[in-house]
């Protein structure tokens, strides 16, 4: 390998993510090498976070983010946790600015290591969100799976995280759903021009939400940072629970809720975990790599 970068292997709340350095390069980590990085075992993500060089005033890096079959996502809360975690323990800051193709994220790790991020505003409009037919109330469309006249899921709360989100309600627990099997329909629905990120979300309580997540472009994840997000303000817009709610992703084996709050001037903070396993480098252009030799040795 001539041409490789750092990257570590890193998880939020278990959601597998890759934080790949691209600073001082030109270049983009490319679909070929995310997908061959996705397939060895080792390596295998849901998102890479590739930091860049700033690209606007008053930012501290540029991110782009992939998803494990090679196409890009405009916002992964998780994945952002992981990027303040990975530039906290390099340079000793505590608070970022960071730009995505979807805007500006403010982020900042706490002193018990939790990380907050701005992941900015939600939208509700069906062209932004986007839906293929108009809808003037996004906070419940129509739309099912399953037998006509007993649907198993029905009339999801959709919205834009910066990227696009359903979130269905369920009254039981959403690991007792085939969301393997529902999942891939939902996510790839024509109501859905851009495809969707697909939620089961039960209401605990009025400050609490259960929730499992089918990915756009990556599947079943063990967590889903920015799908938390659409749950909370579409449980809060529907009247389910306040503006603040712990969330339990019910996939995930870290057993630390997220917090999310949409705040009152519409900014939606996001506050967890961000855990590094190791470190090592890879080629942006291929995806081969390499683990560092001091964690290899201490991994034999
Ligand atoms: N895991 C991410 C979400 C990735 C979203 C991506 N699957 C897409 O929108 O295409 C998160 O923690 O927010």
């Known amino acids: ?155 999801p709360a959709v919205m834009s995280m910066g990227n696009p989100h359903a979130v269905f309600w369920v009254t039981n627990d959403p690991m007792t759903f085939d969301l393997e099997r529902f999942g891939p329909l939902l996510e790839n629905h024509p109501m859905f021009p851009e495809k969707a990120n697909i939620t089961l979300a039960q209401v605990v309580s009025d400050t609490a939400l259960r929730t499992r997540t089918f990915e756009r472009g990556a599947g079943l994840t063990l967590a889903c940072g920015s799908a938390a997000c659409a749950a909370a303000v579409s449980a809060a817009r529907t009247g389910r629970t306040g503006r603040t709610v712990e969330i339990d992703v019910a996939s995930s084996p870290v057993r630390i809720p997220l917090i999310i709050e949409w705040r009152h001037d519409n900014h939606v903070v996001m506050t967890g975990p961000a855990e590094w396993e190791w470190s090592g480098r890879a080629d942006p252009e291929t995806g081969a790599w390499s683990r560092d030799a001091a964690q290899a040795k201490a991994a034999l």
């Open 1 to 155: 390998m001539s041409d490789t970068v750092e990257f570590a292997k890193m998880n939020g709340l278990g959601n597998k993510i890759l934080v790949v350095d691209m600073r001082g390069r030109k270049d983009m980590v490319t679909p070929q090498a995310a997908i061959a990085l996705n397939s060895d075992p080792e390596t295998a993500f849901d998102q890479i976070m590739a930091i860049h060089d700033p690209r606007a005033q008053g930012t501290d890096a540029y991110i782009d983010i992939l998803n494990c079959d090679g196409t890009k996502a405009q916002a992964c809360g998780n994945g952002t946790r992981c990027v303040v975690q990975a530039l906290a323990s390099e340079t000793g800051k505590k608070t970022f600015t960071f730009q995505t193709v979807a805007g500006i994220l403010n982020a900042s790790e706490h002193e018990n290591g939790m990380i907050s991020v701005d992941m900015g505003l939600p939208r509700f409009r069906w062209d932004d969100i986007p839906l293929s037919e108009e809808f003037y109330d996004t906070s419940r469309i129509e739309l099912q799976i399953g037998p006509i006249d007993n649907p198993v899921l029905h009339s």
